[in-house]
């Protein structure tokens, strides 16, 4: 039973670019959770979606950042025309069930974005 | 805004010692979890204690829960090179937001053989 999938593991892009983050969640999970890391600093929530349904994004800034997961295929963080404070390790996570039944969160090994 | 904020930043003990580290948060909790993360990789959840409970134990690992005090500690006991990572506590909304974890910084467990 695979964990929760995240790719690429590194990702470099110029400033402007777009970047693309996929993550797969654990089988019979439909609950995903991304987060972002920066240098020196803890995890902070960005969006939680289920699928076809971003149910919580206070966590995302309002601008360049999108997030989606649609039916088929993985959920993917977008973030257009990067710029240099973007850099930082994103994570995705994933549950079963709802949250709100203090359902343990499963993290992948993280996507390391790189902008130069 | 809540905040865990882990403290030492930094431990580094000989294998075999027991490892403590705390954690400090501001706001009213529903529970606290301890995550564990080796260099470049995802976390892995240690253990997840409820704002009800004082005290939790998990093979060597044992959680202390001081509501009064807002803080927790993490006890490792006889570690091993293994051990060697980072580690998270992180703390959820008593609003019900258990998917929106506040994590501090960490600190960085080094074990030496």
């Known amino acids: 039973n695979a964990g929760v999938m995240q790719n690429p593991r590194h990702l470099v892009r110029r400033r402007g670019q777009e970047a693309r983050l996929r993550c797969s969640p654990m089988?019979?999970?439909?609950?995903v959770y991304w987060y972002r890391q920066l240098p020196e600093e803890g995890l902070k929530f960005m969006v939680y979606?289920?699928?076809?349904?971003?149910?919580?994004e206070s966590g995302m800034p309002k601008e360049r950042f999108s997030a989606e997961f649609p039916k088929e295929g993985p959920s993917i963080l977008r973030i257009q025309q990067v710029v240099r404070g973007d850099s930082a390790a994103y994570f995705c996570?994933?549950?079963?069930?709802?949250?709100?039944?203090?359902?343990?969160?499963?993290f992948g090994s993280g996507t390391q974005l790189s902008v130069l | 805004s809540q905040q865990g904020e882990e403290d030492p930043q930094a431990l580094s003990i000989q294998e075999g010692e027991n490892a403590t580290m705390n954690c400090s948060y501001k706001?009213?909790?529903?529970?606290l979890q301890w995550y564990r993360q080796n260099s470049g990789r995802g976390l892995v959840h240690l253990i997840l204690?409820?704002?009800?409970?004082r005290e939790k134990h998990s093979g060597r690992l044992r959680v202390t829960l001081d509501t009064s005090k807002k803080s927790s500690s993490l006890l490792i006991t006889a570690s091993r090179a293994a051990d060697t990572a980072s580690y998270f506590c992180?703390?959820?909304?008593?609003?019900?937001?258990?998917?929106?974890?506040?994590f501090g910084k960490g600190t960085l467990l080094t074990v030496n053989p």
């Open positions: 992180a703390t959820d909304g008593s609003g019900g937001s258990n998917y929106k974890l506040t």
């Open positions: 979606l289920q699928k076809e349904n971003i149910i919580d």
């Open positions: 996570a994933s549950s079963r069930n709802d949250p709100a039944t203090n359902e343990k969160l499963f």
């Open positions: 204690i409820r704002s009800n409970e």
């Open positions: 706001t009213s909790i529903n529970n």
């Open positions: 089988k019979g999970h439909s609950h």
